[in-house]
Structures are given as structure tokens and as C-alpha cells.
């Protein structure tokens, strides 16, 4: 054959192992939050660097005019106004200056001097030091490529006088370039192993935790039936704690509904299957046991009518699945009816099960309800059938009665059901009347309470357990008075 066939479903391809998960690696949260790291350090070293390349700017300029100073005290004190060339030479190397100057009051005194003419481009005056106009400058030798002489002066320690120094800037520049060439390795070294350590912990508390529910979220959106998916939350206390706890409690949900529903689904095709065919058995069982009902015994006539009504019971039962098709009930078939008389019904067809259980129909003789025969029986049947497996349950000595009372009061009439059996099991008492949820015994299947709920629902009655204790149960159902007198448009 060739070209694709219809029946296939179209193909979907899943999400890239690669997704939300697991993001691919430089693109993801931990190689931004790196990056980021680096920039921000890096950021914060420049804000410190600025400063402090300014400020060795100045210590540098003051140690000279420092230098200058005491080289200039011993001179300053002699006889001698001039000194030799020689000792101005070695005066000049030892403050790396072109030349010196003391300025004290309006005497000026030239103390050493190179022998030619100097053209000065810059004055750095140091009794002020503006913050902006130190870190410009220390920033424009910097980067400047050009040779120039500055004059910079500030004033003597030693007496009130200003020392004034005119020096080539090329020592100045290249101590600038090696100190800024320090910071910035320096600054290096600090951001990246500033950023290692952010990275580190910043990876171990969120990007590890978060990738772990991400790749938990894409997993189990993959394969949501799978439990073993379903996230095991840490015992941390923080926002993550809170997300995976949240998680885990919203996959289990999904996991607990979708479960069910599957379970719902399996048991709806299951369902049909069954009745299809247990619709034929019936017929045969209604044909046998009406010829039954024709032998003389006085046993069998006492039984078969009884027989003949369950099995009847049964098939209506099957044909009405069958005939609406899903689990939906219809809609009921309202009659007044003595409420006696269909509890007297379920007690005789719950007869063989309930050997050695005493059975007390307190209900009124006269009390009559508005109900669908069949779908009340059932009701009271399902409740009944509990009380009796329960009361079996709690082993052969203890005591096993069921009662059932009604009363009509106001406008609702409400039937109970005690036993004195075990009471109800504290795991399944919060899940009694949802499907499958409630059933604490091995071969129950957890939907006879569902089914009488709805059926009751469908009458616009309730139904819920009015106390239960180790002593035994009272399941109380209660049923209002229809609003008109019509009978047959429920
Ligand atoms: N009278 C009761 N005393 C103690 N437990 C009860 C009583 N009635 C109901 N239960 C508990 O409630 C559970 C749910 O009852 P339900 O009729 O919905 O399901 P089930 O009896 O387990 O199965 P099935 O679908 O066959 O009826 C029972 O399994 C039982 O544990
Ligand atoms: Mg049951």
C-alpha cells in the first residue's frame, strides 16, 4: 500500500529532551547567571579603580615634593645661595625634577635647575585636590602617548613655604600604567573567583533545584500516568520547598484523576460488554425459573416468584444500561410507594447473605414516598448490603443487627439505616461517595455508596453517614416531598 493510511493518529512529535528540562547549557539560567556575575564584579572594580588611580596619582606627586623637601633642608640653611652644578645634578636625579624651586613669601629661591629652557604644560596644584579633576588627569596621562613636563607644588612641612618640582611625566605615566596594569589583573583574579563562589551557590540553592523541577515537570507532562515520575519534594522551607511541594501535590492530583478516569473508562466498555451478554443469560435464567414456578413443591413455590422477581430485577436493569448507554442513570420513574414494602424487598432479596443478622423493619406501614421503585430499592440495597458486610467484617461472635426507621417530618422523609458493625474505616470515611475511592474490602469496588448518591441526587434527596463509631453506623437518607402531585415527569 502505498500513501499514509488514515487510521494512523497523526504523530506528535514529544518535546526535545532538550526543553524546558533540560535547557542546553550556555543558553540556560546558570551560564546567564556566570556572565552576569563576571559583569557585575567587573563593574564594581572599575568604581573602586577610578578613585584609586587618582589617589596614587596624588601620593605619588607628594612623595616627590616630600623627597624634594628634605633633600632641600640641608641647603636651605647654608651660607651658600648657589650650589655647585654637581651637587644640583645629583639634587635633581634624587627627586627625578628638571628643577626645584621654594617659594617663601614673595622670595623665591631656584635650588637646582637643568641647563636649558623649559616650557611647562601643566600645573598640578596639590594644597587643592578636586576628587573629578585628580581622577581626570591621573586618566589623561594615562592614555596620553605624547611627552610632557608639569610643574606641580604644594607645601613644605617643615616651614611656611611652598616647594615646587618641574618633572618629565614619563616616570609618573609609566608608575600609573604599572599600577593600573596590577588592579586590573588583580580585578581579574577577584571577579572571577567572586563570580565562582556567587555561581557556586547560586547554582547549588536555585539553578539546581529549579532544573530539577524542570526537567520533573517535562517528564511527567510526558508520561502523566507514570507515578514513579510524580516529584519527591526536599524538606526545604523556602520559596523552591513551596514550588516542589506544590508540584508534587498537583501531579499526584493529575496522576490520582487521571487514573480514575481511565479506571471509569475501562469499567464504562467493560460495562457494555457485560450487560450485552448477560442480557441473553437473563432471558434463559427468566424462561427456566418461570417453569420452575410450575412445579408443586411448596418450597419451590414459595421461592421461585422470588427468584423470578430478582432475575427480572436484573434484566430491566441491564437492558436500561444498555439502552442509555453511558453510566448515566435515567432519569426516575416517580410513584407513591409504601416505603415498608421496598424496605421488606431488599431484606428478603439481601436474605442469603445475611445469615444470622437480625433484621428490624421499623418502617411505618403507611409511609409512602415518591420514588422510582427500582432505582430506590437499589439505594436502600447498596446501603443495606454495606451494613451487612461490615458487620461481618467484625468476626462471627459480635453482635449483628440491622434496623431500618423512617419518619416523615416537615416535608422530608427521612430512612435510616444502624447497624452494629465495626464502623466506618477512618482511611476511606473522607472518599465514601467517590468512585472507586472509598472501599476498605478486598473484593468491593468502591461504587455501591456512588451509585445510591446519584440515585438519591436524581430523587433531589441526600445521603451521608449520620455517626459512625466502633459500636456501628447510621447512614441517614433523606428524601423531600415532591413540590406538585405529578407523578410520571421526573
Ligand atoms: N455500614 C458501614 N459500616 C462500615 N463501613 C462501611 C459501611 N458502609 C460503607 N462502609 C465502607 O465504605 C466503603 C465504600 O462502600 P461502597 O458501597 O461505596 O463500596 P464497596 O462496598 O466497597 O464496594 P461495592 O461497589 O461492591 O459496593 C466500604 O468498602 C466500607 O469500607
Ligand atoms: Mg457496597
Known sequence: MHGTSKEQPVRQDPPSPAGDGGATPLRGLSARLLVLTVIF?????????????????????????????????????????????????????????????????????????????????????????????????????????????????????????????????????????????????????????????????????????????????????????????????????????????????FETDLHRTLRQRQHLADLGLAVSKINHDLRNILASAQLFSDRLSNLPDPTVQRLAPKLLRAINRAAGYAQSVLAYGRAREAAPDRRPLGLRAIVEDVGESLAPESVGVEWFNEVDETLEVNVDAEQFFRVIMNVCRNAIQAMERAGPQALRRLTVTANHSGRVTELRVADTGPGIDAAVYGELFKPFGGSAQSGGTGLGLVIAAELVRAHGGTIGVEQTSPAGTVFLVTLPDRENGNDNDG
Open 41 to 249: 564584579v567587573l563593574i564594581a572594580e572599575v568604581l573602586i579603580f577610578l578613585p584609586s588611580v587618582a589617589n596614587f596619582r596624588n601620593v605619588w606627586l607628594q612623595s616627590h615634593l616630600d623627597t624634594a623637601e628634605t633633600a632641600s633642608i640641608v641647603y636651605l640653611d647654608s651660607e651658600d645661595p648657589m650650589l655647585s652644578d654637581k651637587a644640583q645634578r645629583e639634587f635633581l636625579s634624587a627627586t627625578e625634577s628638571l628643577a626645584v624651586v621654594i617659594r617663601e613669601g614673595s622670595m623665591s629661591r631656584m635650588m637646582a635647575s637643568v641647563k636649558m629652557p623649559l616650557s611647562v604644560d601643566e600645573s598640578f596644584d596639590l594644597t587643592v585636590m578636586r576628587p573629578f579633576e585628580s581622577v581626570a588627569s591621573a586618566l589623561a596621562m594615562l592614555v596620553s602617548t605624547r611627552p610632557g613636563i608639569y610643574r606641580v607644588f604644594g607645601p613644605m612641612k617643615s616651614r611656611p613655604a611652598i616647594i615646587e618640582l618641574v618633572q618629565e611625566d614619563g616616570p609618573l605615566k609609566a608608575a600609573l600604567r604599572t599600577y593600573s596594569r596590577n588592579v586590573a589583573l588583580l580585578s581579574l583574579a577577584i571577579s572571577l573567583i567572586t563570580a565562582a563562589l556567587v555561581y557556586f551557590a547560586l547554582y547549588l540553592m536555585i539553578v539546581r533545584p529549579i532544573r530539577r523541577l524542570s526537567q520533573n515537570m517535562t517528564a511527567f507532562s510526558q508520561e502523566p500516568d507514570n507515578a514513579a515520575l510524580i516529584l519527591a519534594p526536599s524538606d526545604r522551607t523556602d520559596e523552591i520547598g513551596v514550588a516542589e511541594r506544590r508540584l508534587a501535590a
